[in-house]
């Protein structure tokens, strides 16, 4: 286990110094600050206008630091060859992986906290306190665990731009398995139906992590919601990070 944290450490420390983090940090900064305006041009609730225009732009950019950040880092390791030097000490190619995924994960939720306290300041000015930020930050720092263990599982494949073009298709579909269950209902071929309906089975849901709707809206949700996702995160993390060390294991570095 220890081993794994200092993998997290030193994968945290040289995120934090990441220039390309920096500049998704700032540039989310500065389009939750356009939100104010769009909030003002746009016909409705300007609140929730700010609200929902910056709560996507918190899970984009979220998104893009899994995928250009965190998967990007391993990638540069495996590429330099610095991976040889971490793997000739006492530490195995799992726990290495473990680390990798911990420390890229806890980066993605410090940016997800900054990103959504700044949000929410915002929102303060307009004398409305919308704590919801909060819960909708919660869910996506759980929703960006899960596609950090897929981009890591992804990123130990050969080919950068698959990588990143199989992590996105994840995350976008991901959030379509619902849709494409409703959709299997429609079909009236009863093979298709049945296929349709256990792709979308098979699909990691990522929609168990979305309430923006609620939290925009005020709308109440069951408390066993909240269970029912965190544990959907074990699962789909553990076989997720199960599969990136196995994948992991058969390359050769």
Do not use: C
Not at 25 to 41: K, P, Q, R, T, W
Not at 78 to 95: A, D, M
Not at 161 to 174: A, D, K, Q, R
């Amino acid at each position: 286990m220890r081993a794994v944290l200092n993998v997290a450490r030193i994968t945290i420390k040289e995120g934090f110094r990441d220039k390309v983090y920096l500049s998704f940090l700032f540039f989310a900064v500065l389009l939750l600050i356009f939100s104010i305006f769009l909030g003002m041009l746009v016909v409705g609730d300007p609140t929730k206008v700010i609200a929902d225009f910056g709560l996507a732009v918190i899970s984009i950019f979220a998104l893009l630091m899994v995928i250009f950040v965190g998967g990007g880092s391993l990638m540069k390791e495996i590429q330099k060859k610095t991976v040889l030097v971490v793997l000739s000490k006492p530490i195995n190619r799992g726990e290495f992986i473990m680390g990798k995924i911990l420390g890229i994960w806890l980066e993605v939720v410090v940016n997800i906290f900054l990103m959504s306290l700044f949000l929410f300041l915002l929102i303060l000015a307009r004398g409305q306190a919308l704590w919801g930020i909060f819960v909708q930050a919660g869910l996506l720092s759980l929703e960006m665990g899960v596609l950090t263990s897929i981009a890591i599982l992804f990123y130990t494949f050969p080919t950068y731009f698959l990588s990143m073009l199989f992590t996105l298709s994840f995350y976008l579909v991901g959030h379509l398995a619902p849709t494409i269950e409703k959709a299997s209902r429609t079909i009236n071929n009863p093979f298709l139906r049945n296929l349709t309906r256990w792709v979308s089975y098979l699909i990691p849901n990522l929609e168990y992590f979305n309430l923006k709707n609620q939290v925009i809206y005020g709308l109440k949700v069951p408390a066993s919601f909240y269970l029912k996702s965190f544990l959907y995160f074990l699962l789909l993390v553990f076989v997720f990070t199960a599969l990136s060390i196995l994948s992991f294991e058969k390359r050769e570095v």
